[in-house]
Structures are given as structure tokens and as C-alpha cells.
């Protein structure tokens, strides 16, 4: 079983696309659930409609057979008592107990009879509301116990709870599931740029294009790769429209730093409607998600004239909603993780963790003046002030990375506290 996570846009649904690609082609057994479409069920609705799915598998894969093997007839059993169940107007999980046993018994069955695996594929797990999210997946873990049958289950990062210890419900990483991380983020800036510029060529060379310097300038990706925060999808994304800006300048030979700006400006327009959608998973979150935004963008940019802020570990340990509230902003893109682990100048074993403000929410055709930014340029970061002839700090040595991040202001997590208050109520 594998737990396919990170923010939106950084390809897990293309990744398990392609790996359902190449199961399907080799004759495998697949069963592709979206979890959008029962965003509306529940935990114990939504399982009972994964498993009418499976039910349908084995009078499909046995048509042929003049006989009906046992797990058809099982399969028709199990499909009635979920049709009976899903008719009911309260359900308990109790009620499902034996629908998992009947299930569970019924794929042992047919991955047997036909010497096969079988892979279920549970895309955007994060539709179901996250209390409720290790009550679906332990069902599913419960019907694969013990059988030639695999979970592939994607969702955004932080709006994913897969496990709870007490009681032990869901699916618990490095023991019943493997974790794969799709989030490169700008906490390693080489390989974010590296990767990203490889995605880009493949797409030119798709184009006939050879020569990505025919295209953009080498700064005009560096900050491609800074506006994107190092997803795949709004890099390329921002990429097309900032040709489109670009085609528009007269004589304008390739694309430009400031054409990315237009473009990451136009986007942040884009992000902020996504909100609603993305905060499936905590109904009626979109303006709690949205006010905490303009909290850490007021206090960022327009009290430090700032493009960073750091968090510290205690506070973040002390204050856990707030931080899951500023970690609902990374997901949505509207925050970067830029260092992890940040030890402080002044304080013997504290530490704290370095966010950069997406670019949209302070960039246009110009950035604002007078402000302590980071750009990314020749693999570095490197910390300046907009509108200013000084030198900037070019962070390439480890001494002085930790350098331009202690220069970031310190964000407490209390002045989210409102909002989560709010929420609360």
C-alpha cells in the first residue's frame, strides 16, 4: 500500500495516472476511485460505493465462463447488502462489519482466480472530511487484509490525516503503508530548478524547440521556479502566461523577469479562488484560510517589508491548530517552505522553521520598493532590497544561508489564535 502525498499541483494524480497506465497494459486489475464525486457521502457511504465498485469486477473479469465462479456469487450477495445498507438513513461503522468481512473474502477469492493483483487507486482522499479520513482508510485496509489486492491513495498533504493511535484506526506510514513525498520545495533550490527545467525542456523538445534561451531568459526561470514555490503545475502554468505577457511587449525577442511578475500577480487572483475548493476537507474554512492569509501577509509585508517570516518549534508545538491553519496556507501554494530546521542566534536550542510569502501577493509587472526579498539566481538564494543599489547577500555557503534567514521576522502563531477561535465557535 502506498500514501501518495503533497500540495496541489505537484502531480500525484498525474502519478498515479501513469502507474494505472502501466498496470492496465500489462493486463492488470484496476479500480479508480475519485474521491470529488462522493465528497458528499461520508467516510462509511463513500467506503459502501468503493466496494459496489469492486463488486462489479469479478462479473466483469469472469463473462466469458460458462460457470460462475464463487466469488460472482459472493460478489451479487455483498452488492445487496450494501444496496440495503446505503438505504438506511443512519449509519454506524458496526453496520459495516460484515460487509469488510464478505469483501475481504471475496477479492482473497478473485485475485486466486485469476493468479492476479488487484489495485484500487483512491485519488484526492482529502475530499472527506478529515476527521473521517482513518475511518475510510482502515475500512479499505480491513477488505485487503491478507490478499493479492493494493492501495494507492493520494490526497493534499496537510489536509490528509491517514492515522489515528487511539484507538489505532486508518493506515499507519512505514508500517501498513509506504509514503511517497512529491513536494520539492524551494528548501532545496538547485534541485527545484533543476527539476523543473528538465519538465520544461521535455515540453519545448515536444514543440520543436531546442533551445530553451529562445524562450526565457536563464533569470526569467530562476524566477519561474521562485513564483511556483517549486510545483510542477503552476510553473508551468505561469510559464504559458508569461509568454502570453511577453508576445505582447513590442519587440520582445524572449520572456523576461518582469513578465513572470505580471504572471505570478495574475495567478495569485486564481489561488485565492481556489480556496473554497480546496478546503474540502474542513467545510466552511475558505474565508477562515483567507483571514489568516491577509494576517501573515499584513504582518510580513506590510509591517517588516518583508517576503519571509520564520516560526518557532515551541510555538508551533504549543499552538497546533494555528500551526495546522498556517500549514493549510503552504498547501494552497500561498506559503513556501523555505528552511525547515533554522537554528537561532540567540536562543541556546531554538528553532525554528523559515515560510516565504508566495510571490503573487506582492509581485505585478514591478516588485514593491523597499522590501527584503529572496530571488533565486545561479542555483543560489540570495537575499536583497527591492528599489536599492546595495550589494545583495548571495547565500552560497551554508554560513551564510542561515545568515539571510535569520533575517526574516518572527511570526506568532497567536495572532492566529482569533481566527481559530472563530472556527471553533
Known amino acids: 500500500h502506498y500514501l501518495v502525498l503533497g500540495r496541489r499541483g505537484v502531480g500525484k494524480t498525474a502519478l498515479l495516472l501513469e502507474a494505472k497506465a502501466q498496470i492496465e497494459n500489462s493486463g492488470g486489475i484496476v479500480v479508480w476511485v475519485n474521491m470529488q464525486s462522493l465528497r458528499e457521502l461520508g467516510a462509511l457511504k463513500a467506503f459502501l460505493n ?157 514543440a520543436g524547440i531546442a533551445n530553451r534561451s529562445g524562450v526565457l531568459t536563464n533569470s526569467a526561470l530562476e524566477r519561474l521556479v521562485l513564483a511556483s514555490g517549486g510545483v510542477p503545475r503552476d510553473f508551468l502554468l505561469l510559464g504559458a502566461r508569461s509568454i502570453q505577457i511577453a508576445r505582447q511587449r513590442t519587440n520582445a525577442r524572449t520572456v523576461g523577469v518582469q513578465d513572470v511578475n505580471e ?83 540567540h536562543g541556546a536550542g531554538e528553532r525554528s522553521e523559515v515560510y516565504m510569502i508566495d510571490l503573487s501577493e506582492f509581485s505585478g509587472s514591478r516588485l514593491k520598493k523597499h522590501m527584503s526579498v529572496i530571488e533565486l539566481i545561479n542555483d543560489n538564494l540570495v537575499l536583497r532590497q527591492t528599489g536599492e543599489g546595495g550589494e545583495p547577500l548571495v547565500a552560497d555557503t551554508g554560513r551564510k544561508l542561515v545568515q539571510l534567514f535569520r533575517t526574516g521576522p518572527l511570526f506568532s502563531l497567536d495572532r492566529l489564535s482569533a481566527f481559530v477561535a472563530r472556527a471553533l465557535d
Open 50 to 206: 468503493i466496494v459496489q465498485r469492486i463488486c462489479e469486477l469479478p462479473k466483469t473479469l469472469h463473462k466469458y465462463r460458462a460457470n460462475a465462479p464463487q466469488s460472482v456469487r459472493l460478489a451479487s450477495d455483498i452488492d445487496g447488502k450494501v444496496r440495503a445498507l446505503l438505504s438506511q438513513r443512519l449509519l454506524r461503522r458496526r453496520d459495516c462489519a460484515q460487509v469488510v468481512a464478505d469483501s475481504q473474502r471475496m477479492i482473497h477469492l478473485l485475485c486466486t482466480e485469476r493468479a492476479a493483483d488487484i489495485y484500487i487507486f483512491v485519488d484526492d482522499v482529502h475530499y472527506i472530511e478529515m476527521q473521517s479520513q482513518p475511518v475510510l482508510l482502515d475500512l479499505l485496509h480491513g477488505i485487503t487484509r491478507d490478499t493479492s489486492a493494493w492501495l494507492k491513495v493520494a490526497g493534499i498533504k496537510n489536509q490528509c490525516r491517514v492515522f489515528t493511535d487511539n484507538p489505532p484506526v486508518g493506515l499507519q506510514i512505514g508500517h501498513d503503508a509506504a509514503l511517497i513525498s512529491l513536494d520539492i520545495t524551494l528548501e532545496e533550490p538547485k534541485k527545484a530548478l533543476n527539476f523543473l527545467a528538465h519538465v520544461l525542456q521535455a515540453y519545448l523538445t515536444t
Open 263 to 345: 504572471a505570478a500577480g495574475d495567478a495569485g487572483k486564481q489561488k485565492r479562488a481556489e480556496l473554497e475548493d480546496d478546503a474540502a476537507s474542513s467545510i466552511g474554512q475558505a474565508a477562515l484560510r483567507l483571514s489568516a492569509l491577509e494576517a501573515v501577509r499584513a504582518f510580513a509585508i506590510d509591517e517588516h517589508h518583508c517576503s519571509f517570516f520564520r516560526v518557532n518549534f515551541r510555538d508551533k508545538e504549543n499552538l497546533q491548530e494555528e500551526y495546522r491553519l498556517l500549514q493549510s496556507l503552504m498547501d494552497l501554494r500561498m506559503l513556501h517552505l523555505v528552511k525547515s530546521s533554522l537554528s537561532e542566534a
